[in-house]
């Protein structure tokens, strides 16, 4: 068990420089008949009654601040609902005399009632934002409390539950943010929120302080490194909590976006100067760090466009973005550390991303720094009931007001989504649940006028009044993508009931822009992502109208397998390199594009003509005298590479806009195999800016079985026409184009020699093949629930190794290594044919030598027929996958090759 979790400062938006980690080891025990409280568990000696025992007699201790769930919680007790209850001894530091210690809790799901010293201390009745203990009543500096809190969290309907429902995924209960001590003078800042003015070069600050006792207070706000000038007011303030409003400058401001993320640090000091209360030793009153970004962020027209644009800093911006579901697992809510963090924004800016839509959750603050830090747009989810109810209204409207009070400053958060899917919205479909959800829109607006705001994240065409006009689609087929796309573009217009519920909610002038989208759904299984990533991201950069996207997901979770990256952040593999070097996932979703307006890939005639609208879409730095360069690859059906056809077209694109370059046309090679037209775009430095390509399957239908070549023969046979096997149960497309099989064992085939071949006369025989290990199951990351369609993409981490033996007519020819059962983009013609999508092998070649040439021509000669046989040997064990040439990454059936004859 860890000793001390989550070192870091917990709360960045409101920083003190004295605090106390009470992060680590605390006492727990279940409470599943939910009569701790009747048994006296929150007094001060428990033993007696029984506390921190578990149902088999044994003390717990569980590692804070992970969801009791979770593994590194030290419980990990997954399917328990209900009361949690923890304890600790908690010490004042005797350095902090003269001032109060409190108590912070910076989430506990979902409910909290907080004793100490076995007198009740606080309730909190929400799972994700903080709360606060003044321990001064209860004990001074030195001496030492017992806290004990309990946690019940049943993930009931009416509250924000988010996916923490049975049908989602593993819950978050109890504490599962830091908990830490900090001192505060009796008169304290609560919060500071921040409205920059960029226009007129300056802040507004709404300070919220506590005042012990009435009198004269100072309030000044600074810079530690001077970036604007200090500003001192003085206040008469009353007894209580209140607010101070100051003004200061902020002179030649630097803006804040991800490509330069510049943050000013806030110090904010509060002093009583009449009367003087009793301050620590440098008298400096209450003292508190913020920090804060000068950047707008609205919605408006552009270069006399009739659709509006999302506008960072004045200037339209594209959302490049993932769905962010911000779980671990190993924390699941909760972050392992801060590093684990700091690293999923890192990821997001190495993937080309510049937003991340965090996924309805209200996250760990320390999020919200990393993006504000590295430059990470954010869309920030409240999470969803699952039921309409007033109570669920009220839950959710006092939650809504605190979420945006806390993260007001992030430059990163740009807009609120309220609701997701009308989750929890059971009312939406009467005039009262669409009302509620404009006066949430409306009070949302209220309470932060400086960024935008979504009613709903629709699935359902849905809107009501919203900021943004956005929409989800899951489809895995490119026609049917192409037509859902193009019909939301074309019956987007102001007046359109199209995307509302209609009446007197329709569309006004509210950008265009994707919130989710994927090939691959939640529940389609563990599979490859990278085919349709690129064939729809390509089908939403070709219409201008569209502002942005949200690419279902940032990674995986448990067992919904389409992320980026596998749920603990190892890297897949996605294969575009292999087409066009250099190229990854960055590459397109970089802010400049290139692409074709056609099917990833699609069957040709040899020798017909290729053509296809070329686009490039530029949303990206001044790009000068552009070329988009383009070259045509082929590999023919022996797996032979060359380049059949390149050359350059120059561009001048339009900023904030997609420009048309004619189409992109030329004739294919004269022959079967597969062709891939590869472009770049490159700026007018000789910079990269974008690559991208679509594959062309050249075909007049099978090639000859039995070919004349200039060597000899070449024999060819299906993967699926196999005459005997060892295997009971091997896995055969209906086309014949793939045989699979786990574990050891052999496939053999049986050729014939062309007529007129003499046996004798044969100078070599070699055999050609695509092939690959088969891992089935073994590589499926979430083995305790599988759904859909499953062969995962490959991952740079975990291989499944085979090997296998060649051999003819009993004679072995060689032996090869593979090095795993991949399914990516390589495996463009598994994918396009539809044959275990996206998997391939490794091009191999098995040469007889001289003594086994001699062995199997004399067979031959004495009147036998070829028989060739694939054999994993039992140490091996890695299974084997075999491809024709429609299927995997090679446009090549197994061929012998019969040199001479």
């Known amino acids: 068990m860890t000793d001390t979790p989550q070192k870091n400062y917990p709360r960045p938006y409101l920083r003190r420089a004295e605090w106390r980690s009470l992060n680590g080891p605390w006492r727990f025990a279940f409470d599943p008949h939910v009569h701790g409280e009747q048994m006296g568990w929150h007094r001060s000696t428990p033993e007696k009654y029984g506390f921190h025992r578990a149902g088999n007699g044994k003390d717990l201790t569980i590692n804070v601040p992970f969801p009791w769930e979770s593994p590194l919680s030290g419980v990990a007790a997954p399917e328990y609902r209900g009361a949690g209850w923890y304890e600790r001894e908690v010490t004042i530091p005797a350095e902090w005399e003269g001032q109060r210690a409190f108590l912070n809790f910076n989430a506990v799901d979902w409910s909290a009632r907080v004793w100490v010293n076995g007198q009740i201390a606080a309730e909190h009745d929400n799972g994700y934002l903080p709360f606060s203990i003044d321990l001064s009543e209860y004990a001074q500096a030195g001496e030492t409390v017992t806290v004990t809190l309990r946690a019940w969290d049943i993930a009931e309907a009416t509250t924000l539950v988010g996916k923490q429902v049975p049908h989602w995924y593993t819950y978050s209960s109890g504490i599962w943010q830091s908990v830490w001590l900090e001192p505060r003078p009796a008169s304290h800042i609560t919060g500071v929120r921040i409205s920059p003015d960029v226009a007129n070069e300056q802040a507004a600050a709404q300070v919220d302080v506590n005042v012990a006792a009435a009198g004269s207070y100072r309030l000044r706000l600074s810079s530690p490194d001077n970036s604007f000038p200090a500003v001192e007011s003085s206040h008469s303030l009353q007894p209580g909590s209140q607010t101070v409003g100051v003004t200061f400058a902020v002179p030649e401001p630097k803006l804040w976006s991800p490509e330069t993320p510049h943050l000013y640090d806030v110090q904010a000091e509060l002093t009583c100067t009449e009367p003087v209360e009793r301050v620590p030793a440098n008298g400096a009153g209450d003292r508190a760090t913020t920090y804060f970004g000068m950047r707008t962020v609205s919605r408006g027209s552009w270069d006399g466009k009739g659709y509006e644009y999302i506008l960072l800093n004045g200037e339209p911006v594209y959302l490049r973005g993932a769905l962010d579901q911000a779980f ?403 896995s055969v497309d209906p086309s014949c184009q793939k045989f699979s099989a786990t574990g050891s064992g052999w496939v053999e085939y049986e050729l014939s020699l062309p007529a007129g071949v003499n046996a004798a006369q044969i100078r070599g025989l070699e055999l050609r093949f695509e092939a690959g290990a088969r891992a089935g199951r073994a590589k499926i990351d979430w083995p305790a629930k599988i759904q859909g369609f499953n062969y995962p993409q490959t991952e740079a981490e975990r291989k499944t190794l085979s090997d296998v033996v060649v051999s003819l007519n009993g004679v072995e020819i060689g032996r090869a290594h593979l090095p795993d059962d991949p399914a990516d983009a390589r495996g463009v013609l598994s994918h396009h044919n539809w044959i275990d999508p996206g998997s391939y092998g490794y091009l191999t070649d098995a040469s007889a030598n001289a003594d086994a040439l001699a062995a199997v021509k004399a067979g031959l000669v004495a009147g036998k027929l070829l028989r060739v046989r694939f054999t994993v040997p039992a140490e091996s064990a890695g299974g084997l996958a075999l491809y024709g040439e429609e299927a995997g990454h090679y446009p090549v059936a197994p061929t012998l090759l019969v040199m001479g004859g």
Not at 455 to 468: K, Q
Not at 489 to 497: K, N
Not at 712 to 721: S, V
Request: with cysteine.
């Open 328 to 730: 671990h697992p190993d924390g699941l809510h909760a972050y392992p550390s801060d590093k684990i963090i700091q690293g999923d924004i890192q990821l997001a800016k190495e993937l080309g991303l510049n937003l991340l839509r965090c996924h309805i959750k209200i996250n760990d603050p320390r999020y919200y720094y990393w993006a504000d830090k590295l430059g990470l747009l954010i869309f920030y989810d409240m999470p969803s009931p699952e039921l309409d109810t007033p109570s669920m209204r009220r839950t959710f409207e006092a939650a809504l007001r605190r979420a945006i009070a806390r993260d007001f400053n992030s430059p990163s958060i740009i807009a609120w989504i309220i609701f997701n899917e009308t989750w929890g919205l059971t009312r939406h479909h009467t005039a009262d649940g669409q009302r509620w959800l404009a006066e949430m829109v409306a009070l949302t607006r209220q309470l932060d006028p400086t960024r935008l705001v979504e009613d709903n994240s629709p699935c359902r065409y849905d809107h009501v009044e919203t900021d943004i006009n956005s929409w989800h689609f899951y489809i895995n087929n490119y026609f049917e993508v192409r037509r859902h796309v193009q019909r939301v573009v074309d019956e987007t217009f102001p007046g359109s009931a199209f995307n509302y519920v209609g009446g007197e909610y329709v569309q006004k002038a509210a950008p265009l822009m994707n919130s989710e989208y994927g090939g691959i759904a939640a529940r389609s299984g563990d599979t490859d992502i990278s085919w349709c990533f690129k064939y729809q991201t390509t089908e939403l950069r070709r219409h201008a109208k569209i502002c942005g996207y949200v690419y279902t997901e940032l990674d995986d979770i448990e067992w919904e397998h389409n992320g980026f990256v596998n749920y603990d952040r190892s890297a897949k593999e996605f294969g575009y390199d292999a087409f066009v070097p250099g190229m990854s996932v960055a590459d397109l979703n970089a802010a400049d594009f290139v692409g074709l307006d056609a099917p990833p890939c699609q069957t040709l005639p040899p020798g017909s003509e290729f053509r296809a609208p070329l686009f490039v879409s530029h949303w990206g730095a001044p790009i000068g005298q552009a070329v988009v360069r383009w070259q045509v690859d082929f590999v023919d059906r022996y797996g032979q590479p060359s380049t059949a056809r390149s050359g350059e077209i120059p561009v001048n694109p339009t900023c904030f806009d997609v420009t048309s370059l004619g189409d992109l046309s030329f004739a294919l090679p004269g022959e079967n195999g597969l062709a891939t037209v590869a472009l770049w775009l490159v700026d007018g430095d000789g910079n990269v800016r974008s690559r991208n390509y679509v594959n062309v399957e050249v075909s007049a239908g099978h090639s000859a079985a039995v070919e004349r070549n200039d060597y000899g023969h070449a024999l060819r046979f299906r993967p699926g026409d196999f005459v005997a096997s060892s295997w009971d149960q091997p």
